[in-house]
């Protein structure tokens, strides 16, 4: 024995040293993202509701696709999903833009350069009223 690389007769074994340290790195990835989800959910929906004059400067769409791989009875499967996620730009009085995610789907509702009171709650927009009055500069 050289004392370099791994010995698989008998101490370091490659396989049952690196591939379980690589499954829990990806463990730990998968349960921190998880929780950073469910934090960021629980401090919207805590954050206090404000409704402020605006003007909607701009609309997105967000498209996620995921693709499952899975073995059934010998046979791999693959199984694909999509989730669009919506986003609406705010631009209020003093100038300063904001994008919301729309969870209350007011995408559809609004246009660009649509103005009136607009209620976000942290990073969601949760209301617009559209308003007949004059534009913002």
């Given at each position: 024995?050289?004392?370099?690389?791994?010995?698989?007769?008998?101490?370091?074994?490659?396989?049952?040293?690196?591939?379980?340290?690589?499954?829990?790195?990806?463990?730990?990835?998968?349960?921190?993202?998880?929780?950073?989800?469910?934090?960021?959910?629980?401090?919207?929906?805590?954050?206090?509701?404000?409704?402020?004059?605006?003007?909607?400067?701009?609309?997105?769409?967000?498209?996620?696709?995921?693709?499952?791989?899975?073995?059934?009875?010998?046979?791999?499967?693959?199984t694909n999903s999509s989730r669009t996620y919506y986003y609406i730009t705010l631009e209020f009085d003093n100038g300063t833009r904001k994008e919301y995610l729309d969870v209350k789907n007011l995408y559809g509702l609004v246009v660009e350069g649509d103005t009136g009171y607009a209620a976000v709650q942290g990073e969601w927009i949760v209301a617009f009223e559209r308003s007949h009055s004059e534009p913002l500069r």
């Open positions: 024995m050289n004392g370099f690389g791994p010995s698989f007769g008998g101490g370091f074994n490659l396989m049952f040293t690196i591939i379980p340290i690589l499954v829990g790195i990806g463990f730990i990835f998968v349960i921190g993202g998880i929780l950073y989800s469910l934090i960021n959910h629980a401090k919207n929906a805590r954050a206090p509701k404000e409704s402020s004059y605006a003007r909607i400067v701009s609309k997105r769409m967000d498209v996620r696709h995921h693709t499952n791989h899975h073995n059934h009875d010998g046979a791999h499967h693959s």
